[in-house]
């Protein structure tokens, strides 16, 4: 919702309240958010005023809307100051107010702050959950530090807690990083053996490492298993394996996936045209690459 809705939304809002019909909980809850999102703070402060002048004290939901908004724009001072002003008027943080600062921490890079919060929530009484632990995994496979990724995840097994696919996707991003395809395979091989199975995205994530490090021969097994699995791989798929082989200096195969793409009845794309036709410009196919490019058109 942006601009123009943003004040239509809010002209209903005023209408509402002229027709004599009260605003509850939901409706201004619902304003917040969409101002948030949009990074209005002002109205936010406006919002958060006439909540209080009406005798609707913000809730959790509130302030965890706040906070969550404010640490995605990196205000987090702000939101430090909010979660302050959440616990002076006795609403307890929950475990979702401290994911939000986490990851806010992480994102803009103040890993002391994170780590240091990840630790402090279980002793404020708020147990860490699944997405707290994929949170702090994911800031440090960000940032290749496998080894202390690893101990959160062991933490995380030792707590009871089941992984989800997101926990071994960012895993198994994280140990491309760091070229530790030991590390790869063996979380893969877990996967398979207790779950998930893998999503899409586990496949993405799979197929992009192999590529990228060299290992296209471990790629193209994957690709034709999936294909063995009836899954019907798409167009992204197909990309990163055309880059992975035309990156290689393997242009035949590149454009065996690329006919192959077309004979499926899925259409190429933007990307997939030109990381054939930089494939081939960069061997001297000139003219191969001009004709794609009269295709493409």
Same mark, same amino acid.
């Given at each position: ?7 239509? !939304?809010?002209? =209903? #809002?005023?209408? +509402?309240?002229?027709? /004599?019909?009260?605003?509850?909980? $939901?409706? &201004? @809850? %619902?304003? *917040? ?80 702050? !994170?780590?240091? =919060? #990840?630790?402090? +929530?279980?002793?404020? /009484?708020?147990?860490?959950?699944? $997405?707290? &632990? @994929? %949170?702090? *995994? ?80 471990? !790629?193209?097994? =994957? #690709? ?5 699995? /009836?899954?019907?791989?798409?167009? $992204?798929? &197909? @990309?990163?394996? *055309? ?55």
């Amino acid at each position: 919702m942006q601009g123009r809705t943003i004040a239509e !939304a809010f002209k =209903l #809002f005023e209408r +509402m309240i002229d027709k /004599g019909v009260k605003p509850n909980f $939901v409706t &201004y @809850n %619902t304003l *917040i958010h969409v101002i948030c999102s949009v990074g209005q703070w002002e109205k936010v402060e406006v919002l958060l005023t006439r909540m209080i002048q009406r005798d609707i004290m913000p809730d959790a939901q509130t302030f965890n809307t706040i906070v969550d908004a404010l640490c995605k724009d990196g205000m987090l001072s702000e939101a430090e100051s909010t979660l302050d002003a959440m616990i002076q008027r006795g609403i307890e943080p929950d475990v979702v107010t401290y994911n939000s600062l986490i990851a806010g921490y992480f994102l803009h890079n103040r890993i002391r702050a !994170a780590e240091s =919060l #990840f630790h402090l +929530m279980s002793k404020r /009484g708020c147990s860490p959950n699944v $997405v707290t &632990y @994929n %949170t702090v *995994i994911n800031g440090y496979c960000k940032r290749k530090k496998m080894d202390k990724a690893v101990i959160i995840y062991h933490e995380m097994l030792q707590k009871g807690m089941i992984p989800t696919i997101v926990t071994f996707n960012i895993l198994i991003g994280g140990f491309f990083q760091i070229v530790d395809m030991q590390a790869v395979e063996q979380l893969l091989r877990e996967m398979l053996d207790v779950g998930p199975s893998p999503n899409f995205q586990t496949y993405v994530i799979l197929l992009d490492g192999y590529c990228k490090h060299g290992h296209l021969d471990r !790629a193209m097994a =994957l #690709f034709r298993q999936l294909e063995d699995q /009836g899954m019907s791989p798409n167009v $992204v798929i &197909y @990309n990163i394996l *055309i880059n992975g082989m035309c990156n290689a200096g393997k242009l035949e195969d590149a454009k065996r996936l690329f006919n192959d793409l077309l004979s499926k009845g899925c259409q190429p794309d933007v990307m997939a045209f030109t990381t054939l036709m930089n494939g081939l410009c960069k061997e001297g196919h000139v003219s191969e690459a001009r004709k794609l490019l009269q295709e493409m058109g």
